[in-house]
């Protein structure tokens, strides 16, 4: 589902190992007609559909407020 006027910008986050790898399994399987799914696709799709059901569990369905400061970085993950 492409949104026209959004730009799409690089996100880093970090996924356990397991949900990563069976996200680029599925990407690459699914690559193909007729899905044509990339990762990307997926990760949108899968933040879309969790954000619009915790904006109906905890916000009335409506749109969160917009943020007054951008994220702060949490403790860094020990390698």
């Known amino acids: 589902m492409q949104h026209e006027g959004n730009p799409k910008v690089r996100a ?3 996924l356990p190992l397991d949900v990563l790898n069976e996200a680029r399994d599925a990407a690459v399987h699914l690559a193909g007609y ?3 799914l990339t990762l990307t ?3 949108e799709n899968a933040l879309r559909a969790e954000l619009r ?3 109906a569990l905890y916000n009335e369905g409506q749109d969160f407020p917009r943020r007054d400061e951008e994220l702060r970085g ?3 993950i020990a390698a």
Do not use: D, F, N, V
């Open 53 to 55: 059901r915790l904006k």
């Open 74 to 76: 949490g403790r860094p």
């Open 34 to 36: 007729p899905a044509r």
């Open 41 to 43: 696709q997926l990760a």
């Open 12 to 14: 880093t986050i970090y």
